[in-house]
């Protein structure tokens, strides 16, 4: 990673005329793509879990546009992928595009995927993101977040795939919940499997907002019957991006990852969440809105933040993306894992807990807080 350091940061792009979602994030989208990703992808087999998602659908179309030798896309939604498919087969491609329906939980699975399609990149979008549905079921979420992880990485590893990125989260710099926890070991087992032939790299997203995504389509539900939209708390910020944005943050993590660096998008100051509904109320002309509060759930702070203070950040090639250099493991990372994976199969959510706080003594469960 010592180009980081000297490299100089390409001039920064031109601003884009603000669109519907510049004006709800409060800024311009950032520009991410780049020729290098194209040099990347062109004329080699990728493969992309959690193809369906938000963040992997981007991906998804972004890639087949760099036509890549072949792309196979994985994901449990066989109904996701065929729809997906069909999106494709509409526009200009390179390769063929394989189907794989697949749970990263299984194992099995997983290795029958790696080892009919030998990809050469790896992009891992496949994972539970959401803080509450994690924080209330453990299990599942170490099962998906961490042992999909750890399925995925031992697949590319076993079959030489030249390169991996992780989908991380913002959560997972000083942890509070469940999920941050779940997202900062992925990132921690990406550093176990350094010193091979795959080179990897873990991204830390943001809330991602699209003009069809979850986010949007409930606050638009809401807003358009005149009921009260839910928010945590006044002062409640985080740090939005577009699908786009994410899409390309990783093909250009891809592009600069040496030693399973963990990169981010420059995104500015948080988003206020009242400010975010305020100004999609003005997109939908409806004059009026009504804010209820309900107080921050288990794990969920007021705001996030990419790095945690103990993380160095680092210039990188890009103006608007910075890296930190992965910190090891924890001693005996494998015994727990495997001890974290049985109680994760046995249901035990205390168990789950109490390790997760073993593996990363930087993993501080927060506790509910009261509205105001």
Not at 149 to 154: G, I, K, P, Q, Y
Not at 191 to 215: E, K, M, N, Q, Y
Not at 257 to 271: C, H, K
Request: charged content about 25%.
């Amino acid at each position: 990673m010592r180009w980081l350091l000297r490299r100089r940061p390409a001039p920064a792009p031109p601003p884009a005329p603000a669109g519907p979602l510049a004006v709800l994030m409060g800024r311009d989208e950032v520009d991410v793509a780049g020729r290098r990703g194209r040099h990347l992808v062109r004329g080699r087999r990728v493969l992309v879990t959690g193809a369906c998602g938000t963040i992997g659908s981007a991906l998804s179309h972004r890639l087949e546009r760099l036509e890549p030798a072949a792309l196979c896309l994985a994901d449990r939604d066989a109904v996701g992928l065929a729809r997906l498919r069909h999106e494709m087969a509409a526009g200009a491609g390179g390769g063929p595009v394989v189907l794989a329906e697949t749970d990263v939980r299984d194992r099995a699975r997983v290795d029958e995927v790696f080892d009919d399609t030998r990809p050469e990149l790896v992009f891992h979008a496949a994972g539970q993101y959401g803080l509450g549905p994690v924080e209330a079921d453990p299990c599942r979420g170490v099962a998906t977040n961490v042992l999909g992880a750890r399925h995925v990485l031992d697949g590319a590893v076993r079959t030489g795939a030249h390169r991996l990125v992780l989908v991380s989260s913002d959560r997972a710099a000083e942890p509070t919940s469940v999920l941050g926890a779940t997202m900062r070991l992925g990132e921690l087992l990406l550093h176990a499997g350094t010193g091979g032939p795959t080179c990897f790299a873990a991204v830390r997203v943001g809330d991602v907002i699209a003009s069809s995504g979850t986010l949007l389509s409930a606050l638009g539900r809401s807003i358009a019957a005149g009921g009260a939209v839910t928010v945590a708390h006044p002062q409640a910020a985080r740090h939005f991006m577009t699908a786009e944005e994410a899409a390309g943050l990783l093909l250009e993590a891809a592009v600069l990852a040496e030693e399973a660096e963990t990169f981010a998008l420059d995104t500015g100051r948080p988003v206020p969440v009242i400010e975010l509904v305020h100004r999609y109320a003005e997109q939908l002309r409806l004059p009026e809105v009504t804010i209820r509060f309900s107080g921050l759930g288990p794990g969920e702070k007021l705001a996030e933040k990419a790095f945690a203070d103990s993380e160095r950040r680092v210039r990188t090639a890009h103006p608007k993306i910075w890296a930190t250099r992965a910190t090891p493991p924890p001693a005996g990372l494998p015994p727990l894992l495997d001890a974290l994976a049985a109680a994760a199969r046995a249901g035990d959510d205390a168990r789950v807990r109490l390790l997760l706080r073993r593996l990363l003594p930087e993993y501080r469960p927060a506790s509910p807080v009261r509205k105001p």
